[in-house]
């Protein structure tokens, strides 16, 4: 998987954002509030759509991208079946369980019909998706994925992806409209043509740790461990809590202030930056999504002007897994350089 997430084969998916992210501007209405994290998820779904399944618009892309999407904003019934299993049952006259199953094999069935289309086609070795690039894969033994494998493959970097890095980019503009003085700074630095990648990247780096999407990240003990005078035996469950880290003032002088300087002179430490996990286990489409986050924030900037519909901050609320920004960050767009 590493190769689709690096290198020359990522930065050729930069087109791709910037185009799409240019589309869902084009749609954004003028002078009146809107949320900007579902605008952001639509992005981030249309991306995956390109990058991850190598669709080109049409019937096959628009009828897999709505199966597809009525399974992920089924956040309910995914946090539920996620932390009490004994759910994943139908109870009465509630027909969640099943109805949630039906979304699920609607989807499948276009995934596999995706997956078998994709392996007939006579350009699958000379396509750069990672769908196409997961069935030329081979293991050690010569074996292909199977269709399930293939599958869940690309549902994982589908929920990986999709609602996490919208959210990113949702808590990033969040930051920016109350620390107007590094939206000033950035959007001078976007116009100018020449943009400094070290200072858009400084923002988003901190961002992501006074805002990460996940509270935590679970990792589980091959050896036996000491922590902080507790041995703990082999298969116990730790889970390092990422927003007390970010928040440790030993690790981040003044943590509850917004200041991307910290990050100009060094980049984020991988065990005291964990918005995509830490050390060698870290989320394998971490560089990915930053790449992401920054063209797509890079690309706003110099295309439009969004203010803040409110003077207060955003705040925390649970969706899944997830922390999101209360009410989805709402802005109000402007015509670039013409700000009220």
């Given at each position: 998987?590493?190769p689709?997430?690096?290198?020359?084969?990522?930065?050729?998916?930069?087109?791709?954002?910037?185009?799409?992210t240019?589309?869902?501007?084009?749609s954004?209405?003028?002078?009146?509030p809107f949320?900007?994290?579902?605008?952001?998820a639509e992005i981030?779904?249309d991306?995956?759509?390109?990058a991850?399944?190598g669709?080109?618009?049409?019937?096959?892309?628009?009828?897999?991208?709505?199966?597809l999407l009525s399974?992920?904003e089924n956040?309910?019934?995914?946090?539920?079946a996620?932390?009490?299993?004994?759910i994943r049952?139908?109870?009465g006259?509630?027909?969640?369980?099943?109805?949630?199953?039906r979304?699920i094999?609607a989807?499948d069935?276009?995934?596999f019909?995706?997956?078998?289309?994709?392996?007939?086609?006579p350009?699958l070795?000379?396509?750069?998706?990672?769908?196409?690039?997961?069935l030329?894969a081979r293991?050690?033994d010569?074996?292909?994925?199977t269709m399930?494998?293939?599958?869940d493959?690309?549902?994982?970097?589908?929920?990986a992806?999709?609602?996490?890095?919208?959210t990113?980019?949702?808590?990033?503009?969040?930051?920016?409209?109350?620390n107007?003085?590094v939206l000033?700074?950035?959007?001078?630095?976007v116009?100018?043509?020449?943009?400094?990648?070290?200072?858009?990247?400084?923002?988003?780096?901190?961002a992501?740790?006074?805002?990460?999407?996940?509270?935590f990240?679970v990792?589980?003990?091959t050896?036996?461990?000491e922590?902080a005078?507790?041995?703990l035996?082999a298969?116990?469950?730790?889970?390092?809590?990422?927003?007390?880290?970010?928040r440790?003032?030993?690790?981040?002088?003044?943590?509850?202030?917004?200041d991307?300087?910290?990050f100009l002179e060094?980049?984020?430490g991988?065990?005291?930056?964990?918005?995509?996990?830490?050390?060698?286990?870290?989320c394998?489409?971490?560089?990915?999504?930053?790449?992401?986050?920054?063209?797509?924030l890079?690309?706003v900037?110099?295309?439009t002007?969004?203010r803040p519909?409110?003077?207060?901050?955003?705040?925390?609320?649970?969706?899944?897994?997830?922390?999101?920004?209360a009410?989805?960050?709402?802005?109000v767009?402007?015509?670039?350089q013409?700000?009220?």
């Open positions: 998987m590493l689709a997430f690096h290198g020359d084969r990522m930065r050729s998916y930069r087109d791709v954002i910037a185009e799409e240019r589309r869902s501007i084009a954004w209405p003028s002078g009146v949320p900007l994290r579902p605008r952001f981030a779904l991306v995956i759509m390109r991850v399944f669709l080109a618009r049409g019937p096959n892309y628009s009828d897999l991208r709505a199966a399974v992920v956040d309910r019934m995914i946090s539920l996620l932390m009490l299993p004994a049952r139908d109870v006259p509630w027909r969640s369980w099943s109805n949630f199953r979304q094999r989807a069935h276009l995934i019909r995706e997956i078998e289309e994709r392996w007939n086609d350009d070795a000379s396509r750069d998706d990672i769908l196409s690039m997961l030329l293991r050690d010569g074996s292909a994925l399930e494998e293939l599958r493959e690309l549902v994982t970097m589908l929920l992806g999709h609602e996490t890095t919208a990113a980019l949702a808590w990033t503009f969040d930051q920016l409209f109350h107007p003085h000033e700074e950035l959007q001078a630095n116009a100018s043509g020449a943009p400094d990648p070290a200072l858009i990247d400084a923002v988003i780096y901190e992501l740790r006074v805002r990460p999407v996940i509270p990240v990792r589980t003990l050896e036996p461990w922590l005078g507790f041995e035996p298969g116990c469950t730790v889970a390092p809590a990422i927003y007390a880290v970010h440790d003032p030993r690790v981040y002088p003044d943590p509850g202030r917004f991307p300087t910290r060094r980049r984020p991988t065990y005291e930056w964990l918005p995509f996990g830490g050390g060698t286990r870290r394998i489409g971490a560089s990915f999504a930053l790449f992401e986050m920054r063209t797509v890079e690309t900037l110099a295309e002007t969004l519909n409110s003077d207060r901050p955003e705040r925390i609320r649970r969706r899944a897994f997830m922390l999101v920004p009410h989805g960050t709402p802005a767009r402007y015509p670039l013409t700000a009220a």
